[in-house]
């Protein structure tokens, strides 16, 4: 396989020589030659074309844009006010947007001043004076930076041309805080990077309403790394007749004959297209799913020692798993190995942190760099160095997939992809296949770092599966936050597992719970329906005092012990307490209120025993002989007419109970009986 060049000639090449300061800041950051999409796209987008811009990730699409923007504004007649908008670039995170901002910002703070026009005396003579830069620097406008009133102050106070933020806060700043005070008269340009993203996460009636607000007389680009039907509809709303420029990776034969042609000569055929950078290794490995973790520290042993790697990004299902697997990592790493945990539920200060702490942290394969990250690090951030990707959990959402990738290999280097699989999900394989995302297998590694056959997968589970959950569990053991923590993530990632995209090959009742519940080292099964039908062989809980077990955390522990008092009533006791309060009722009624219905239970017990005697003595006489004495015919009458009297007594009590008769009108009929 060969990758395809990824350069497109040098900067000189373009039809319109870029500003010089322009140039050197390209030069210094290390940017010799364009890339295929930058070349296809700066020339059309200075021309005053609209561009639709869909490339594999890491190919240049940042500069693409940005360039034209810097050289839209720079080659403008006059200044724009101090309330005016040149160019607004919308971003679908705040990651990404900062990332922006800080590469315009290098541009801008790069720029000459006002002094670097005149002539060398002069500026001899004023260089002890601070010039002012003739562009001022670009305004971030995202949730994390300031309120929305507070964004326009900012705006009025620096004057900014370039607008960075996310569509959100964009709208606000446009339509909100800033309608009557922020100007769009003069827009140059419109930028929607990730545009596919941006619909993704709902934005497309906010992305709707800043379109309409802004100028047709503009140039728009739109920048993805996948098309889909909604972003279509998009191109057609915001885009006037765009240029599409697509820059597709492709893989070649080494060499195929040309005898066919009649010319004898040995050409090259394309035989696949691909969606991710062309010197992505990318590949896959298929393990038990209590097997995960065990492979995962084998990846990483096996790229530090045999490919010399230095930096790393993990990808997580979920947050949960990300805080879970970021406690518990360390007992598997070098001791100087550094962890970093980025997901969305941290704060927005503490994710840049995270991000800008682990980009410029100093990696060697000694004392490696390792991020773990869900898919808010997974889109069109420029981690530089990042030397392998691997995706201990493949993505809800497929798109995601080749992002995750594309965080390492890019602008020309290289790189290493590995994602993990187990039992079915192999069919993942096919599926990605079909989408231009090829994967090459990889068979597990053994004890030693030596892979071991891929045959072996099904037939045994790892020795070390036991060992690394008896580890896990004298951590956990340690702290019942911990616990928590493995329940929650646990629990998350097989909600995550029963959402995903390709529901056909990821399906919750083939996945094994037991084994997964093995790899997150659980001291007990949680309580989920997923787990109601499931086969407990093989697993056997930790034994645990859960009385006793307790938080490191003090003021959670008082917590507990709190609750745990109050949930100390046993059963025993609830139901002597239950008969305590049946005999305090009895007490409580008045003694002449039971003299009475006590008597009234013996009247009706002596009127039923007379009844059944009656009905005895009419049940022989029925079938007894025709000759009756006229004293017995007398009695039968007597206890006939006694009878009827019970059953007009018993008609009665029924409209007593009804409310139709009151109680003191039986009393009077029958309190002589």
């Known amino acids: 396989m060969s990758s395809s060049n990824a350069y497109a000639g040098p900067w000189s090449s373009l039809p319109t020589t870029l500003t010089p300061w322009v140039m050197d800041v390209i030069q210094s950051m290390g940017h010799t030659q364009m890339t295929p999409v930058q070349a296809s796209t700066i020339p059309l987008f200075m021309k005053h074309k609209d561009v639709v811009v869909e490339a594999v990730t890491g190919s240049g699409k940042t500069l693409a844009f940005m360039i034209p923007v810097l050289e839209r504004l720079i080659r403008r007649e006059t200044r724009l006010r101090k309330n005016e908008v040149g160019a607004l670039v919308i971003s679908p995170t705040r990651e990404l947007a900062t990332q922006i901002h800080s590469v315009f910002s290098l541009f801008l ?47 009025l106070d620096t004057g900014a041309d370039i607008v960075i933020g996310t569509p959100g806060r964009i709208e606000e700043f446009l339509l909100g805080k800033g309608k009557d005070v922020v100007s769009v008269k003069e827009l140059e340009v419109l930028v929607l990077d990730e545009a596919d993203r941006l619909l993704d996460l709902g934005f497309h009636n906010t992305l709707t ?19 889909t039907d909604a972003l279509s509809e998009l191109v057609r709303v915001g885009l006037r007749n765009p240029a599409r420029v697509v820059v597709k990776v492709q893989t070649k034969k080494a060499k195929v004959k040309g005898d066919s042609q009649g010319d004898g000569q040995d050409r090259y055929e394309v035989i696949e297209e691909r969606r991710i950078p062309a010197n992505l290794q990318n590949f896959y490995l298929t393990c038990r799913v209590s097997e995960k973790l065990v492979q995962l520290t084998r990846i990483i042993s096996h790229e530090v020692t045999k490919q010399q790697s230095s930096r790393f990004i993990v990808y997580f299902a979920t947050c949960a798993c990300v805080e879970y697997f970021y406690r518990i990592l360390p007992l598997f790493m070098l001791n100087n190995t550094a962890l970093y945990s980025l997901h969305g539920h941290l704060p927005p200060a503490a994710r840049t942190k995270t991000l800008n702490n682990f980009a410029t942290s100093v990696a060697f394969p000694t004392s490696p760099s390792i991020m773990l990250a869900t898919d808010v690090a997974a889109r069109g951030l420029d981690l530089p160095d990042v030397d392998v990707v691997v995706q201990f959990d493949p993505p809800s959402d497929s798109k995601a997939f080749s992002h995750r990738c594309g965080r390492t290999a890019r602008a020309g280097r290289s790189g290493r992809a590995w994602v993990l699989l187990a039992g079915r999900e192999r069919d993942y394989v096919d599926f990605l296949a079909v989408r231009k995302i090829p994967l090459v297998e990889q068979p597990p590694f053994g004890v030693d770092g030596a892979s071991r056959p891929a045959s072996d997968e099904s037939e045994y589970e790892d020795d070390r599966v036991s060992s690394m959950q008896e580890e896990i569990r004298q951590l956990l053991l340690t702290d019942r936050g911990l616990h928590d923590k493995a329940a929650k993530a646990f629990v998350s990632f097989v909600r995550a597992y029963s959402k995903h995209e390709a529901s056909y090959i990821f399906r919750v009742k083939d996945l094994d719970l037991i084994g997964a519940a093995k790899s997150f080292g659980l001291l007990r099964l949680p309580r989920m329906p997923e787990l109601d039908n499931v086969s407990r062989d093989g697993w056997a809980d930790a034994s645990v005092d859960w009385n006793v077990y307790s938080y490191a955390d003090k003021a959670r522990e008082a917590k507990r012990l709190v609750e745990a008092e109050k949930l100390a009533i046993t059963s025993e006791d609830r139901a002597k307490h239950r008969e305590e309060r049946a005999q305090k009722k009895k007490k409580d009624i008045p003694w002449s209120k039971k003299t009475d219905h006590k008597q009234e239970k013996l009247k009706r017990k002596e009127k039923k025993d007379r009844k059944r005697k009656w009905q005895k003595t009419q049940q022989n006489a029925d079938s007894g002989s025709k000759r009756v004495r006229e004293g017995d015919a007398g009695s039968g009458e007597d206890e006939a007419d006694e009878w009827e009297e019970l059953a007009r007594e018993e008609r009665m009590a029924k409209k007593v109970k009804k409310g139709t008769v009151s109680r003191e009108a039986f009393d009077g009929e029958f309190g002589g009986l």
């Open 109 to 155: 703070s790069s720029q000459p001043s006002h002094s670097s026009s005149s002539s060398d005396e002069d500026a001899a003579e004023d260089s002890h004076h601070e010039a002012e830069p003739v562009y001022p620097p670009p305004l971030l406008v995202i949730s994390s930076s300031s309120p929305p009133a507070q964004d326009v102050h900012r705006f």
């Open 209 to 227: 309403r800043i379109v309409t607000h802004l100028p047709k007389q503009r140039r728009t680009g739109l920048f993805s790394a996948t098309m």
